[in-house]
T-cell receptor, first 111, second 115 residues
Framework: LAKTTQPISMDSYEGQEVNITCSHN???????ITWYQQFPSQGPRFIIQ???TKVTNEVASLFIPADRKSSTLSLPRVSLSDTAVYYC????????????FGKGTKLSVIP | GAVVSQHPSWVICKSGTSVKIECRSL??????MFWYRQFPKQSLMLMAT?????????EQGVEKDKFLINHASLTLSTLTVTSAHPEDSSFYIC???????????FGSGTRLTVV
């Protein structure tokens, strides 16, 4: 069972870069690392996914070290609308496509 | 992009009645869909895996006779909460993966309140 560990909460001022790190010590060799964003009373929304090194899209960057035991979601220049809970995905076991969610990180962006 | 539609978005029902929640993949086929439950200020908890044309796989501790899942087509899975009780009040969310390793798409969720 690939369990994830993230900080429970984080605060940031508008315009700052925010980095959220997730530990997933037992991730399977061929599994991807995925991050989701969830607003209250809504389903999670896919943000970014990667396997190793660095991935960047229009909303975030994902940094994954060589050992893949952790990953860091980087949100550049956050705004108030980025206040949400952020989850990293830990696939359960080698080749499993079932999802396990950790407790997530509640990001609060302050004006 | 891939869309998963969930209906209704909220429902209030009386204790002892049953409620059906629908989850549809709008622009892709999903042989597998997942159902989650989320209590206030908590993370998502996987309830069951819905398999098209076969029985659902339930997580440990989830009563299969209470949470009936039907996946009769490649675009529709339903979750029926039978004989609902106030403790079943929660936020229910479904998801599916359009392509392998694509990343999961989630429905907008259903807020169930049992009174």
């Amino acid at each position: 069972l690939a369990k994830t560990t993230q900080p429970i909460s984080m605060d940031s001022y508008e315009g700052q870069e925010v980095n959220i790190t997730c530990s997933h010590n037992n991730i399977a060799t061929n599994d991807y690392i995925t991050w989701y964003q969830q607003f209250p009373s809504q389903g999670p929304r896919f943000i970014i996914q990667g396997y190793k090194t660095k991935v960047t899209n229009e909303v975030a960057s994902l940094f994954i070290p060589a050992d893949r035991k952790s990953s860091t979601l980087s949100l550049p220049r956050v705004s108030l609308s980025d206040t949400a809970v952020y989850y990293c995905r830990a696939p359960r076991g080698a080749g499993s496509y079932q999802l396990t969610f950790g407790k997530g990180t509640k990001l609060s962006v302050i004006p | 992009g891939a869309v998963v539609s969930q209906h209704p978005s909220w429902v209030i029902c009386k204790s002892g009645t049953s409620v059906k929640i629908e989850c549809r993949s709008l622009d892709f086929q999903a042989t597998t869909m997942f159902w989650y439950r989320q209590f206030p200020k908590q993370s998502l908890m996987l309830m069951a895996t819905s398999n098209e044309g076969s029985k659902a796989t339930y997580e440990q501790g989830v009563e299969k006779d209470k949470f009936l899942i039907n996946h009769a087509s490649l675009t529709l899975s339903t979750l029926t909460v039978t004989s609902a009780h106030p403790e079943d009040s929660s936020f229910y969310i479904c998801s599916a993966e359009p392509e392998e390793d694509y990343g999961y798409t989630f429905g907008s969720g259903t807020r169930l309140t049992v009174v």
